[in-house]
């Protein structure tokens, strides 16, 4: 049996995604221990990806943070504890990682929850990496988030067209 050629052309993306993730994988265990304690390890492999002259990449939060988070939801600027725990059916107490005031232009949110009810935030500089040039849903923290670079040098999410 062969595939025709848009069939090809996916698999092809495919195994480069899958690639490409295994690489920011591997290069992400040698970040440096340099880095800035505040930087979440979305921040830390996304700077090791940057420093490895990729321009597009692929990560999944379940391999980047603890396996136990099952979730997770972009935060974007604009947003308020009291206005995440209304979108999403959560206590604002246990938001601490989230603002009261509304969140900066300069930042997005990456909030992973538990199956448990815990929670996890991590601040994200969008400088580096933007996740609100789209809007999202949640999503399973085993979810694959393609990534491209763009012409300004921040990382954000990619748009199939």
């Not at 979108?87 to 300069?106: C, M, Q, S, W, Y």
Request: aromatic share 6%; hydrophobic share 40%; charged share 20%.
């Amino acid at each position: 049996m062969e595939l025709s050629a848009k069939a090809r052309a996916i698999v092809a993306a495919g195994i480069a995604f899958f690639v490409i993730a295994c690489v920011a994988m591997v290069t992400g265990s040698y970040v440096s221990s340099e880095a800035s304690a505040k930087e979440g390890p979305l921040e830390k492999t996304i700077k090791v990806i940057d420093a490895s002259g990729l321009t597009a990449t692929s990560v999944s939060p379940y391999d980047l943070f603890d396996p136990e988070y099952t979730m997770a939801a972009v935060v974007c600027p604009g947003e308020t504890r009291e206005s995440v725990a209304k979108k999403f059916g959560l206590d604002a107490a246990h938001l601490r990682g989230i603002p009261t005031t509304p969140v900066k232009e300069n930042y997005n949110y990456l909030l992973l929850g538990g199956q448990l009810g815990e929670l996890k935030t991590e601040r994200i500089d969008r400088d580096l990496v933007d996740l609100c040039n789209v809007p999202t849903q949640p999503f399973a923290t085993k979810a694959i988030i393609p990534l491209v670079k763009t012409q300004t040098g921040n990382w954000q999410l990619a748009v199939g067209e």
